[in-house]
């Protein structure tokens, strides 16, 4: 089974809107990474917040990670159209092995 | 850097047949990753390799599933014979574990078993 269980399942918002999910997993981590999908597309990465930090920016993201409630969030500030995707966190489960453990993901529609 | 490369991108057979998926990773990343993604099971990892060794095939469903990395520049994944469950999205993705395990993904193989 998945570690990370998001949240919401899906999300609708008007462009121009903020976007948050959620993320929450079981074990400890080393780091905890979200990724996007677009339609038809492979995952790409975003953003990656290690354990020991509480929030990261990269442009209009801002992650939080709370390790004492096994949780992150995301959230896409000032959305627009070409947002619309599915988000994923992905943890490492402490090993350093390589392995990720991703969950079902959030999809996103952001209207214009 | 041409990213993860995978082939085919589409792949429609009928059930019994073999299928091979092919990937090459990034130059340099030495740990590789295989996924399928279902609308029902999301995405599942079948196995990684580090350095060219197998080093988890937990997710592998079934022994009619096997994969191989005989180089650090390809590997492919089998399915022999295949069954209409086997429809998926199958993701090829590279990592360079010193980099926080960043994955890379392929654009992925869409298999279609009749």
């Known amino acids: 089974s998945q570690q990370g269980e998001e949240d919401p399942q899906a999300l609708s918002i008007q462009e121009g809107e903020n976007a948050t999910m959620n993320c929450s997993y079981k074990?400890?981590?080393?780091?905890l990474q979200w990724y996007r999908q677009n339609s038809g597309r492979g995952l790409v990465h975003l953003i990656l917040i290690r354990s020991n930090e509480r929030e990261k920016h990269s442009g209009r993201l801002r992650v939080t990670l709370d390790t004492s409630k096994k949780s992150s969030s995301l959230l896409i500030t000032a959305s627009r159209a070409a947002d619309t995707a599915s988000y994923f966190c992905?943890?490492?489960?402490?090993?350093?092995?390589?392995?990720?453990?991703f969950g079902q993901g959030t999809t996103l529609q952001v209207k214009p | 850097d041409a990213g993860v490369i995978q082939s085919p991108r589409h792949e429609v057979t009928e059930m019994g047949q073999e299928v091979t998926l092919r990937c090459k990773p990034i130059?340099?990343?030495?740990?590789l990753f295989w996924y399928r993604q279902t609308m029902m099971r999301g995405l599942e990892l079948l196995i990684y390799?580090?350095?060219?060794?197998?080093?988890?095939d937990s997710g592998m469903p079934e022994d009619r599933f096997s994969a191989k990395m005989p180089n650090a520049s390809f590997s492919t994944l089998k399915i022999q014979p295949s069954e209409p469950r086997d429809s998926a999205v199958y993701f090829c993705?590279?990592?360079?574990?010193?980099?926080?395990?960043?994955?890379?993904f392929g654009p992925g193989t869409r298999l279609t078993v009749l």
């Open positions: 993705a590279s990592s360079y574990r010193v980099n926080y395990n960043e994955q890379f």
């Open positions: 992905a943890t490492d489960g402490s090993s350093n092995t390589g392995k990720l453990i």
């Open positions: 074990t400890s981590i080393n780091n």
């Open positions: 390799f580090n350095n060219n060794v197998p080093i988890d």
């Open positions: 130059s340099g990343h030495n740990s």
